[in-house]
């Protein structure tokens, strides 16, 4: 089986477990590229993940490494940018909720997916319904 090259970019506290469990607990899976703007966490990242592959630039992450798949777990308003440049790279995306601040942002998105075919691209949502149950689901869409 192919062992898929995920990047990720925010090592804020989702960022960093999504790291992690990408790291050490798949067996398909290889974290070849981490990005973070803070560069605290970049190194925190070199000595805990033992990533040599450390970016302070997403674009420079995304563009110097062979990649298969991104995990975007950066600022919220940061999504839509990441998302759309890593989908128009060929990349399969997963991102942590919101897909976007603003209404439009949501469908640029779907724009750019509507012309990614052979892309996968998820979406990480909470539910939390009445009386505070918490549902969790992850949304992959597939656009005709």
């Not at 070199?46 to 991104?70: R, Y």
């Not at 060929?90 to 997916?113: A, D, R, S, T, Y």
């Amino acid at each position: 089986m192919k062992i898929i090259r995920i990047g990720i970019v925010g090592l804020g506290r989702l960022g960093f477990n999504h790291a992690i469990n990408i790291k050490y607990a798949t067996n398909y899976a290889n974290l070849t590229a981490v990005c973070s703007i803070n560069t605290e966490k970049l190194e925190k990242a070199k000595n805990k993940l033992m990533n040599s592959h450390c970016f302070p630039s997403f674009k420079a992450g995304i563009n110097e490494t062979e990649l298969d798949a991104v995990v975007i777990a950066s600022p919220s308003d940061q999504h839509c940018g990441h998302d759309i440049f890593a989908l128009k790279k060929g990349l399969h995306v997963f991102c942590e909720k919101p897909l976007g601040i603003l209404q439009e942002e949501c469908f640029n998105i779907e724009k750019v997916l509507r012309k990614c075919s052979n892309q996968v691209f998820m979406l990480w949502v909470d539910v939390m319904p009445i009386r505070n149950m918490h549902n969790t689901m992850m949304a992959a869409i597939y656009l005709p």
